[in-house]
């Protein structure tokens, strides 16, 4: 079975208004997840307008990442207070959590993301962290959400930096489910993975204009956004499990496991991911266009102020076993880094990923 996409999709200037009656159609109960204060007006807006619909809406705050934690606590609070749907608002972690809560309890889920920092709104796929924000495993629930509102006055008020990030998650479909995936002898797969191609190549284009340019009646915003929350997670729905990651995501997963005192977010991580990955194309697979598109990535990747080595992450590898833990992680049993078509030691990426770190000090 495979889940393509959300049931309903409100998108547009003024989504929310628009999902409301579709919204009270399905829950008389439901419970209102996010995290940040930085969208407590937001999300006190949305409470207000539940509550004018009549509903019977309760709220819930998450205190770190999707964490068990957080998802034991709030499952018990949705059995207590008998709700029966949750509204997930907010960035990737919220829309996750929100999502595999309503799949365990088999209730429905309604996301609202407010950034277009993943494509977490979309998908049928939660990733678990610990609270400290390591990556654990991510899971496969049965469906994508029942209703996504992708209102695009709520993502004008997050700040650039989400929609950076949601540039270097989505141009890694590009590079993971090319490399992975461009031998299976599915249409519906190969079609996913001309989908990612002009997807990267509208990025490139219109990547820029959006971060940089006004948010309003500009169309490389929406249309980026759009790129960003939406494309990217029908990507993966058409496409399926091996058109979604590689090893670019693997090695964000492993650089998860070094705890740093500032956070950074998962698209920022991604697109270093998807630097050192093209530099194991080149080493084991002979990828001769690998410094080509380098090249190309760092380009877009700078103008749109991204971190482009794992020091400018805020790790030195070379310090605490660090490097040692990365290789190890993104080589452990099960990662996704296993779906390249060549294989990866942990040695390999010992040597890619301290080339890469000292020919970027020098520079
Ligand atoms: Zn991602």
């Known amino acids: 079975m495979q889940s393509i996409s959300p049931e309903t999709i409100f998108r547009g200037k003024d989504a929310w208004l628009g999902a409301l009656p579709e919204i009270k159609k399905l829950t008389q109960r439901p419970l209102l997840l996010g995290r940040s204060l930085s969208t407590v007006n937001l999300r006190n807006n949305i409470l207000r307008d539940l509550k004018n619909q009549n509903l019977n809406v309760d709220t819930a705050t998450l205190q770190f990442d999707c964490c068990n934690e957080d998802i034991s606590r709030v499952k018990n609070l949705i059995l207590k207070n008998k709700h029966d749907s949750i509204i997930a608002v907010g960035g990737g972690k919220v829309l996750d959590s929100g999502k595999y809560i309503a799949d365990c309890l088999n209730i429905p889920c309604i996301t609202v993301p407010l ?126 499990e091996r058109c979604r990651t590689a090893a670019a995501h693997a090695i964000h997963n492993a650089i998860t496991q070094i705890i740093t005192p500032n956070k950074f977010l998962h698209g920022e991580i991604v697109g270093v991911g998807i630097l050192l990955q093209l530099r194991l194309e080149k080493m084991k697979n002979n990828n001769k266009l690998a410094d080509q598109s380098i090249k190309q990535l760092l380009e877009i990747m700078r103008k749109l102020n991204l971190p482009t080595t794992i020091a400018e992450l805020g790790i030195n590898v070379f310090e605490n076993q660090n490097l040692n833990k990365i290789a190890e992680f993104s080589c452990r049993e099960n990662s996704d880094i296993h779906f390249l078509p060549f294989e990866i030691t942990k040695q390999d990426m010992v040597d890619v990923i301290s080339n890469f770190e000292q020919q970027k000090i020098r520079v």
Not at 115 to 133: E, F, P, Q, V
Not at 219 to 237: F, K, Y
């Open 115 to 240: 950034s277009a920092s993943t494509c977490a709104g979309w998908t049928a796929l939660s990733n678990i962290y610990t609270k400290n924000g390591q990556f654990i495993k991510d899971v496969t629930l049965r469906s994508c959400p029942k209703v996504l509102v992708y209102d695009h006055k709520f993502i004008q008020t997050a700040p650039s930096r989400t929609l950076a990030s949601g540039i270097a998650d989505a141009l890694a479909k590009w590079y993971e489910s090319s490399i992975t995936s461009s031998e299976v002898n599915d249409g519906l797969v190969q079609q996913a993975i001309q989908i990612s191609r002009v997807l990267r190549d509208q990025l490139l284009i219109d990547g820029e204009k959006a971060f940089m340019g006004e948010v309003e009646n500009n169309p490389s915003w929406s249309n980026t956004i759009e790129a960003c929350g939406l494309t990217a997670g029908l990507i993966g729905g058409i496409g399926g």
